[in-house]
Nanobody, 115 residues
Framework: QVQLVESGGGLVQPGGSLRLSCRASGIIFSFDHMSWYRQAPGKERELVARITTGGDTNYADTVKDRFTISAGDAKNTVYLQMNSLKPEDTAVYYC?????????WGQGTQVDVSS
């Protein structure tokens, strides 16, 4: 059974930083790509950043130049470094992984940006 476990969320002041982590278990193959999504209250879930097994990355325009997605040394581990956080970044952040034709989701971690 594949599981994705996120950590690193919390409360931070505007302008601050947080680092989210996602670790997968229950799979011996590498995912085709791993991503971070977020969902704010009353809004649809949106893609924040994605990294492929080849190391290619892409970002939502709203987080470009502030957030960085990276792969960990351990297989199927991904991080999201979030800098210069804004109140509009407040959301539940979900780790997502894709393999062949299957989607896997973590349970989400709350990020609150507030003074």
């Amino acid at each position: 059974q594949v599981q994705l476990v996120e950590s690193g969320g919390g409360l931070v002041q505007p302008g601050g930083s947080l680092r989210l982590s996602c670790r997968a278990s229950g799979i011996i193959f590498s995912f085709d790509h791993m991503s971070w999504y977020r969902q704010a209250p009353g809004k649809e879930r949106e893609l924040v950043a994605r990294i492929t097994t080849g190391g290619d990355t892409n970002y939502a325009d709203t987080v470009k130049d502030r957030f960085t997605i990276s792969a960990g040394d351990a297989k199927n581990t991904v991080y999201l470094q979030m800098n210069s956080l804004k109140p509009e970044d407040t959301a539940v952040y979900y780790c997502h992984a894709f393999f062949v034709q299957y989607d896997f989701w973590g349970q989400g971690t709350q990020v609150d940006v507030s003074s």
